[in-house]
């Protein structure tokens, strides 16, 4: 089932928004089978805790570990909420890992050559959400414009900065000691760690963006129906490079957040990451083909695939076999979009 809505559907809608939803009952069905949907996630997300209290006991129920499972959630999190647009709009983004180890090395640098002495550290982060959107930038053209396909453009994207990460780096670790810079994003706010502050920012961001903006609708249309949202007047090229453009801002912030977390800039940051992302926006619920995504999913499929990496921990398991059960619960996830979308298409 999409929850894409067909453009010029109704005679109030605005032709200019044509991801407009229906009213009446005709929503009320897509809604009741995407809070069930969520619901699931959350049961799913609550039976790993039970899994995890009554594998490691006390030592996984602390406070200090429930935080430090946030924190990995953080990361991935907010990547993953630039990657859930661009899969709603029909596109992949498999750069997200390398730009932001790309924004990580190119702030260092910054940091470690030149600021210390002349600049303020919001310079720095500046120039690492600057990287990230340029990156965004480039991709979306290529696609938008070049007519290449996203997965081709974003391989290159991920080859090409993880290259020029390294030209920059010559292969060393940058290390960030700006006292500013370190003080701001590494501290606590009511005893939560700045960096989840900023996933749960980003996070409801996205939501508003995607649900209740011309924006989101029009990135959900064009996802459900390109041929159709660009007969109702949607300018589909400059919206997909604002898309692939929003997706590289929150590599960016994922890389601030990095370096917040690690103080280390490296081509290597942010390995795989765009794998790890994209599985949590699939068991999220967003469709791979596109034409309905899901903030509130892909949250909890972010806290999912971290709580299970922490109780794969926790029990000191390898992580061969954590790689094994994220297969399995991604094989899972798809079988199930499928069994869902021919239910739909069946109605």
């Known amino acids: 089932m999409t929850t894409t809505d067909t453009p ?15 009213t009446g009952g005709g929503r009320r069905l897509p809604r009741l089978r995407e809070a069930t949907r969520d619901l699931g ?13 009554a594998t490691s006991g006390e030592r996984f129920a602390s406070t200090s570990n429930l935080l430090v499972i946030l924190q990995q959630a953080a990361i991935i999190g907010v990547i993953s909420i630039g990657v859930t647009f ?29 600021m210390a002495q002349d600049l303020h550290w919001i310079v720095m982060v500046f120039t690492a959400l600057a990287v990230g959107t340029a990156a965004g ?9 070049g007519r290449v396909v996203s997965f081709i453009a974003t391989l290159a994207m991920l080859v090409a900065a993880r290259g020029l990460a390294e030209i920059i780096s010559d292969r060393k670790t940058q290390i960030v000691r700006v006292d500013g810079f370190l003080d701001t994003f590494r501290g606590d706010v009511l005893g939560i760690p700045v960096i989840v502050w900023i996933f749960l920012l980003v996070a409801v961001a996205g939501w508003f963006l995607l649900n209740r903006t011309t924006f989101g609708r029009r990135t959900v249309a064009i996802g459900g129906n390109p041929e159709a949202a660009r007969l109702a007047g949607i300018k589909i090229r400059r919206h997909t490079v604002m898309v692939f453009a929003l997706s590289g801002l929150t590599a960016g912030i994922a890389a601030v957040m990095m370096l917040a977390r690690t103080t280390a800039g490296t081509s290597t940051n942010g390995y795989l990451y765009e794998l790890d992302a994209i599985a ?3 068991v999220g619920g967003t469709l791979l083909i596109g034409g309905r995504g899901t903030i509130v999913g892909t949250v909890l499929g972010v806290l999912i695939f971290a709580t299970l990496s922490n109780i794969f921990i926790q029990n000191n398991l390898s992580i061969s076999a954590q790689s094994l059960a994220k297969g399995a619960i991604i094989v899972g996830a798809v079988l199930l979009q499928q069994r869902f979308a021919a239910r739909s298409r069946s109605t």
């Not at 996630?41 to 209290?53: F, I, S, Y």
């Not at 930038?137 to 414009?145: P, R, S």
């Open 8 to 22: 010029g559907t109704t005679a109030s809608q605005d032709p200019g928004d044509p991801g407009a939803p229906a």
């Open 41 to 53: 996630l959350v049961v799913a997300l609550v039976a790993l805790v039970v899994v995890g209290v």
């Open 86 to 114: 661009v899969i709603t709009a029909g596109g992949i983004d498999l750069s997200v890992g390398s730009v932001m180890g790309l924004a990580t090395v190119w702030a260092t640098t910054l940091a470690t050559q030149t």
């Open 137 to 145: 930038v480039l991709n979306g053209i290529v696609v938008a414009y």
């Open 280 to 282: 949590a926006v699939v």
